[in-house]
């Protein structure tokens, strides 16, 4: 091991990384991994931050075998979008936050999970193929996501939600006070010609819809509510308990009026998709993905 050990003291301001780069006459890249092997102290300290300020009269070490490559360590990604639960070579879980598109409506818009999720796979491997869509959330509602990364993927899983397997559980909270502990909603569910759903019973108007709920938690004028699901159609949860006038809390779609509340002061609906279990479409394994509770929700309920 051929190792090369530089110390100096710097004589003005500025940022540790140039310092090291100076001593070593390395790339950006390889400095950058010169801080993730350990190889940087400042005044005698370990230093792994290379974005680290230094003032004039620091001491920068730097100790490195001149032979090695020292490669710079993958970053965590974060995105204002998503968080990711769960990641292998067919699928990605993710938790999606209020205020996001699951998938544009529009060309050109970006901010959505499924634009999110692509620049996420182009940088941790350039060649991989855009994500495929399996199921979405409201942009308002927060919660877990299944994407594949293939078309046959994705249809696999598909088939699973057709068949209602899937576990999915809500939590959500409503205006006012429910009066039973549990129930159901069976109907059907139809758009009108301004594309808000409402039910029916009339089955050749609409599509099956079937809720389930449970309380977890009365308060003064709402309800903490798990919800779980058989289907997934488009606003489900959202109509079937505003037709009720019970909506949930933030919603301006559907009774708008009864769903402001004056401690609901968060810009999003109060729903949150807080449990997905499905099996795995090529290892057959049941899985099973919780997401934490959302801060809006903890801060309501103290």
Known sequence: MALLKHLVKVDEAGRIDLIVQKLTARSRTQVRGLFDHDCVSLNGVLCTDAGTRIVAGNEVSVSYDKNRNYKEKPRAYHSPIFELVFEDDWL???????????????????????????????????????????????????????????????????????????????????????????????????????????????????????????????????????????????????????EIGHPVLGDIRYESGLAFHSRWRAKRLALHAALLGFKHPVTGKDLLFRAKTPEEFVKFAT
């Open 92 to 242: 990605l879980v993710i938790n999606k936050k209020a205020g996001f598109l699951t998938a544009p409506n529009h060309p050109g818009e970006l901010d959505t999970v499924m634009g999110a999720l692509s620049r996420y796979l182009n940088i941790s491997s350039p060649r991989r193929r855009p994500v495929s869509i399996v199921h979405r959330l409201d942009r308002d509602t927060s919660g877990l996501l299944v994407f594949a990364k293939s078309d046959a993927i994705a249809q696999k899983i598909k088939v699973q939600f057709e068949k209602r397997k899937p576990q999915r559980e809500y939590l959500a909270i409503v205006a006012g006070k429910l009066k039973n502990e549990s129930g159901s909603f069976r109907n059907f569910l139809m758009t009108d010609e301004n594309l808000n759903q409402h039910s029916t019973n009339d089955e050749s108007q609409g599509k099956l819809a079937i809720t389930h709920y449970t309380v977890k938690q009365h308060f003064a004028d709402a309800t903490l509510i798990s919800v779980t699901l058989e289907t997934g159609r488009r606003n489900q949860i959202r109509v079937h308990f505003a």
